[in-house]
Each structure stands twice: as C-alpha cells, then as structure tokens.
C-alpha cells in the first residue's frame, strides 16, 4: 500500500469513530441510553461522576452546569500515561492538542490557538507575562505535575471572567490544597515512575499535615530523562534534561472566620537542548546551531488568597488575592561553525492584585464581579562569548530591558436562572499599557489602550438529563513586549525585528452544544465558529540577515476564520467496562483564502478500561490523528513540517493498574504498542517509540 492511500485510510477510519462519537450525542441515541440505564451506586463501579470544575464560573459547580464548554483533567487520570511534560497528558481532552519542540517542553493548542493566544492561570492567577509569545514555548513546563490536582480547560473566548489573552480559552492549573479536617493527622506521599523509551526516571514526595485550624504540605520532585528512542529504535541526539521542582502550602482557618491560604512553587530546568535546532530538519542538510539550550528555565510563585462567606451585606463571598511569578529565560546557543556563543537573559517579574465577590441579588438573580491590576517588569540582556579566550562582549538584548507591561481590568457577570434555563451576561473594561524602554537601536516608546468586551452563555434544560448550551463572545489583546519589541532569531531560521506599531487583537466566537448527564453516561458535542481580527502574526519580510536567516516581523494580517467540531463521551457500558473518547476537528483560514498557521489535524483519543474482579484495572487506549495537509505559507517554509504536511498516526498503549497491600498503587504499561515513528503536528521532535513504563505510589 502507499504512504498515500495507507494516509487516505487512517483518515477514513478516524473520521468513522469520530462521526460514531458524534452519533452517540444526538437527542435519539441519548434517549435509548436512559432508557436501558439502571440505578447505579456512587461507589464508582458502574457510575460516570460529572466532573467538577471552578473556572468558567469562578466558583465550584459541575461541568455540565457551565454556559461554557469546559474539560477537567484530574491527576488521577495521568498515572495511565508515562512520565512526561503537561501538555502531552492534557492531549486527551476534547478540543485540545499538544505540539512539543523539545521533549522538556510542550504547549497546549486550544481550538487551533497557542501561547499568548491563550490564558494560563495557576489557582486563577496569571501565568502569561509580558514577553509570553503566542508560538511553542517551554513555560508551562515549569509547573510541575506533583504539585497539581487538576487542570481545566476552558474552550472558546472567556471574555466577561478572564478578559485579556482570554481569546482561545483558559488553561487554569489547580494545584494540591492542603485540606482543613476534624482531627489532627498527618501524611506522607511518595512517588517513582519511569519509562524506557525516554530512559525517564521521576520521583516526588509529599508531607501533609491536616486539622481544624491549619493545615500544611510541603511537597519535592525530581527528573531526569536520557535520549530519547523513537519508533523503529532510532536514538533522538539532544533530547536528555532534568528538572527539579519544590513547593510548599499553608492553610488557615481563623476562629473569626474565612480562610487564608499562602503558597509557593519553585520549577527549575537547568539546561535543556533544543532538539530541533541540533537535528536537520526538514529541507535540511545540516543542523543550524552547534549549541542551543535553554539554560537555566526557571519560575517562582506566591499566591496569597483570602476567602470569605458573607464578608458583609452585599456580598454572599469575597476573596481577594496577591500573587508574584518571576520567570527566567536564559539560552546559549551557538551557529553552526561559529567559535562565538550566544548568550541571553531575559525575566519577568509579575505582580498581581485580584478581588471577587458574589452576590445573590433575588430569587435566581446571582452577581459576579471583580478587579484585577497586573504589572510585569522585564530585565533582559545579552553577550557573545569567544570559545578562544573566553571574553564577553555586550549585544542587543531580545527585549528592551527594563520594558514593563500593566493591565487593569473590572468585570460584572449578572445570571438569572428561571425554571429550565440559565442566561449569563458579563461585560468587562481592560486597560492596557506597555513601555518599551530605550535599548540599543530601539527608541523608548509606549502603547496604551483600553476595550470593553462581554459575552452571552445560555443553558437550556432539554429533558432530565440533556441541556443546550449556547456562547457568543467577544475576546480581546493587547499586544505584549514580545510582539512590540522582540529582536533576534526565532524558530524555523528565522530572525525577528521589533515593531512597536502594533494593534489589539480581536476575536469573535459563537459555540452551540448539547450535554447529557446520566448515571452511567456522560456526553457532549459541540460546534463552534470564531473569527480573528488584527490578528497578530509573524510576517516575512522579504530581507535576510548576514547568517542567511530570514527577517519576520509582528504585523496585523486581517482576518482569521476557524472552526470546529468536539465531542467527549464517558460511558459505563457494564459494571466493570468503561469507555472514554474525545475527538475534533478544526479548520482555519485567512481571509485571502490561506490556511491559518499550525492548526491541528482532526485527531480522536479513546481509552477503554475492564475492571476484574477484585484485581486489577486493564487499559486499552489509543491517541491518533489524520494527517495534516492545509499548510499556511509559513507553515510551508517550517523545518519541522515534513514537504506536503504532517502523516497520520495512531498510537496504542495497554496498561495496568494494581491496589497493592499498605495503600500502595502500581500502573505498569507499554507506550506506542506497535513501535510507530510518529510526530504530533508541527512538533520539532519525533514521539517516544515502544517502551515500558511504571507508576508507583504510596500513602503512609
């Protein structure tokens, strides 16, 4: 068979499951499911638990309650998958995809959008800072998965909530909370995991400390990973890292009331290669670089919350927050050939300031609203190194140093729920200011700009267990440091010069579902449509720099049409069988008619668990995707994007999970089954081949 018709046949039989998925949520197949339901105890033996999420209302209620469309990945879930980097495990989620570059790094695609283009939070607060570009970076990376209970994703522009960088979605990163209890008691938590394909080796460890006043953890990690063996056994050059990580949490219940909660986070990777940049690519005969590395990664975090029920009349909740994050950035890179390394400093240093209240205003009349205030301060330089002597010599820097970004936001969402239906409407006002400051040949100059923005969600019950969701919205961003003022090279053998002339992006999106919630079924598919405007990209300009690399700058390009389709399905098909699946499909194009830049290519992920008989759970699972074809003009040029576009592929993996004696838990399995060499759409590095890997954990 050739590579053509064998493509031609993944997509058909990916498109076949999908559409099945899809089957699965129309109004006539979820009433021949209730109907053959039974009464099903919540022991988790026969019952779909509808996750419970707080982000796209910023309040804990269930998924299926949210105007929004809204996924929960829990840490629970991750033991299924071999030690690896977040957005890897966050790939099963509908409307989600992964692209890694690197293997210490990797980023989420929501919706076909990326970095900037999305907003990271931490426990609601800001992970993006001022030179946060919107293409794969390494950041989220350094929120390590110990300290994690949970990640959710919320689809399509958040507007009235998140506001800013809200455009795609918001990825919000809860961590572990130590938990308040009737007695005192303390836990330790242990954990070692590995996998041979990566030659990985994790270990993390956990002190926890409950009571009804205070409550504590304190929590280590530590990795390493050696090269990288991909499908067929050929060994990846340049993909061995390590990374360390701690963090510490405490919790207070004051006798007057409330909750305070301080916590802190350290992520460190010391010096991380950059896989693509060492290996040719596609279209090329020799690496471009004899060194990049990032070198060190590095971010730090202290959130402070409050928490009150009824801090006065006319509120029913407040909590106010104060947050810092400092990230560094530092790289040493060194061209093919050259005697003379590179080397790059660049931080940020964020502070933040939010308050949110409810209020309940009537019989079904809720009141959400808020502040936020953010600035960011940017430090960044450079030096070329002699190998010969050993001498430094100043250079441009990558951003104006001492550039600092400032957002201040206030927001109000009023919901009126009558008898089936809820109706939300939340406005926001944001005002944006960055200054670049004078450095080297750029002048000091400053944008400032402001926008309101809004949104309307609408649930309607359509039967006992099947609700309408519906979202229009409208997203806005303002451009940062790094799409104002970046100089220096970027991905793919390009080199970047500033343009401070930039203006706000601004997306409009429209999504329309259904969702079905049952005892032994959870269900939904959703369509959804967004439009960008101004959107800001990364145009060639036509010149080359002395290295023959091409010059890119930030530009408006007009307008950006996407959409999609996303299902997810969760069904207790008997007491010990269960199936999960989650599938879309995104399309994007500009208005000349071009397709939009790195958008993913319909993929499917399902899993199918058997439970036996007071032994272990047995998992089948399968992660693929079609090829991917429609490739935009930069798309084209992209060493990491094989001529004509990405292959399909299917990745299966088989695993166990055993409930040993003393509260020990032991996931044995085995990734890529069949041992395809495979990347993810526009990754720089080709995926782990077959291999064993374990997870192990102990409570004492």
Do not use: C
Request: proline share 5%.
């Amino acid at each position: 068979m050739s590579p053509q018709r064998a493509r031609r046949s993944i997509a058909r039989a990916l498109l076949a499951k999908l559409l099945l998925a899809f089957s699965l949520l129309t109004p006539a197949a979820l009433q021949a499911q209730a109907a053959a339901e039974t009464g099903a105890d919540a022991t988790g033996s026969g019952t779909v638990l509808t996750p419970m999420q707080v982000t796209a209302a910023r309040s804990a209620e269930a998924t299926v309650a949210a105007t929004h469309a809204v996924a929960v990945s829990e840490a629970a879930d991750w033991s299924w998958q071999p030690p690896g980097v977040l957005p890897l495990l966050l790939d099963a989620l509908p409307g989600v995809s992964a692209q890694q570059t690197t293997p210490g790094q990797g980023i989420v695609i929501v919706r076909g959008l990326k970095g900037s283009e999305l907003l990271h939070l931490v426990d609601g607060m800001r992970l993006n800072f001022g030179f946060l570009r919107n293409a794969p970076n390494q950041y989220l990376a350094l929120v390590d998965l110990s300290a994690l209970a949970a990640v959710e994703v919320v689809r399509g522009a958040a507007s009235s909530l998140y506001g800013a960088d809200a455009m795609g979605g918001v990825v919000n990163l809860r961590s572990v909370e130590p938990a308040l209890a009737a007695a005192a008691t303390h836990r330790i938590d242990f954990g070692a995991s590995g996998a041979t394909a990566d030659d990985a080796r994790a270990a993390q460890l956990r002190l926890s400390r409950e009571g009804p006043r205070w409550a504590a953890s304190l929590g280590a990690a530590a990795r390493a990973y050696g090269e990288r063996r991909a499908g067929g056994g050929q060994a990846l050059p340049a993909t061995a890292y390590t990374a360390q990580a701690a963090d510490a949490a405490l919790r207070f219940a004051p006798a007057a009331g409330g909750a305070w909660q301080l916590r802190l986070q350290h992520a460190r990777q010391p010096d991380t290669p950059r896989h693509d940049q060492l290996v040719a690519g596609f279209g090329e005969s020799a690496p471009r670089r004899s060194e990049f590395a990032f070198a060190p990664s590095q971010r730090e975090f202290a959130h402070l919350r409050a928490h009150y029920e009824r801090p006065f009349v006319a509120a029913d909740s407040l909590e106010l927050n104060l947050a810092w994050q400092r990230i560094v950035d530092a790289t040493r890179r060194r061209s093919l050939g050259s005697d003379t390394r590179q080397l790059e400093d660049n931080r940020s240093q964020l502070w933040g300031l939010a308050a949110h209240a409810r209020s309940a205003l009537g019989a079904g009349h809720t009141l959400r609203y808020g502040a936020e205030y953010y600035r960011d301060r940017i430090a960044s330089s450079a030096q070329s190194q002699s190998l010969e002597d050993g001498r430094r010599e100043r250079r441009e820097s990558r951003f104006p140093d001492g550039s600092t970004m400032q957002q201040a936001a206030a927001y109000a969402q009023h919901r009126l729920e009558a008898g089936a239906q809820r109706l939300e409407l939340g406005l926001r006002a944001s005002q944006v200011e960055v200054d670049l400051a004078a450095d080297g040949s750029r002048p000091a100059s400053r944008l400032r700009q402001q926008d309101l923005s809004g949104d309307l969600g609408l649930r309607r019950q359509l039967g006992p267990r099947l609700s309408l969701h519906a979202h229009l919205g409208r997203g806005f961003r303002a451009p940062n440091v790094f799409d104002l003022g970046a100089i220096g090279p970027r991905p793919g053998g390009r080199f970047n010069a500033p343009n401070p002339e930039l203006a706000p992006e601004v997306v409009y999106t429209a999504d329309l579902g259904l969702k079905w919630a049952g005892p032994r079924l959870h269900a939904e598919g959703y369509v959804w449509w967004s439009e960008y405007r101004d959107k800001i990209e990364s145009v060639f300009t036509g010149a080359q720099t002395g290295e023959g690399e091409d010059i890119v700058r930030s530009e408006n390009i007009g307008r950006v049409q996407l959409r999609g389709a996303e299902a997810l399905l969760d069904w207790h098909l008997a007491p010990r069988w269960f199936l999960r699946m989650a599938g879309e499909w995104t399309w994007g194009a500009t208005a000349a008619g071009e397709p939009a830049d790195r958008v993913p290519p319909p993929g499917l992920n399902a899993a199918l668990q058997y439970r036996l008989a007071e032994g272990p759970r047995l998992r089948l699972g399968v992660d693929a995707a079609t090829g991917q074809s429609r490739l935009s003009p930069r798309d084209r040029e992209d060493s990491r994007i094989a001529p004509g576009g990405t292959p399909g592929y299917s990745d299966w993996s088989l695993a166990a999970d055993f409930a040993l004696p003393r509260g020990v838990d032991l996931t044995l399995g085995i990734e890529n089954l069949f041992d395809r060499r495979y990347r993810r759409h526009a990754s720089g590095v080709d995926a782990a081949g077959r291999g064993l890997y374990l997870q192990l954990r102990a409570s004492l």
